[in-house]
């Protein structure tokens, strides 16, 4: 069975950083591409960030260029969002997702995901 559990979330100031993580578990994790998604307070969910399977490409949203960064454990099955300088707008759900589809040269457009966690509470607010 395919299982994802995020975790790192919580209550941060504008300003501060956080650090997500997702285990991974029920299939071969190195196999697959992977991504982050946000859903704010009453929106739909949007693409944050993805990564290849060898970690050597990686997409960003452009709202969060230049603070996020996304990597990958592949021998502990883990993927990670680094957030830095967060702002309330990156306040939401955030979830890690299994892409079914190929990397499409990052174009998250033609992303489509066939599994994701349960989520893990972002909020910042001073």
């Known amino acids: 069975e395919v299982q994802f559990v995020e975790s790192g979330g919580g209550m941060v100031q504008p300003g501060g950083s956080l650090r997500l993580s997702c285990a991974a578990s029920g299939f071969t994790f190195s196999n697959y591409d992977m991504a982050w998604v946000r859903q704010p307070p009453g929106e739909g969910p949007d693409w944050v960030s993805g990564?290849?399977?060898?970690?050597?490409?990686?997409y960003y949203a452009d709202s969060v260029k230049g603070r996020f960064t996304i990597a990958r454990d592949n021998a502990k099955n883990t993927l990670f969002l680094q957030m830095n300088s967060l702002k309330r707008e990156d306040t939401g759900l955030y979830y890690c997702a299994r892409l079914k589809t190929s990397w499409a040269g990052g174009d998250p457009d033609l992303w489509r995901s066939d599994y994701w966690g349960r989520g893990t509470q972002v909020t910042v607010s001073s």
């Open positions: 990564i290849t399977t060898d970690g050597d490409s990686t």
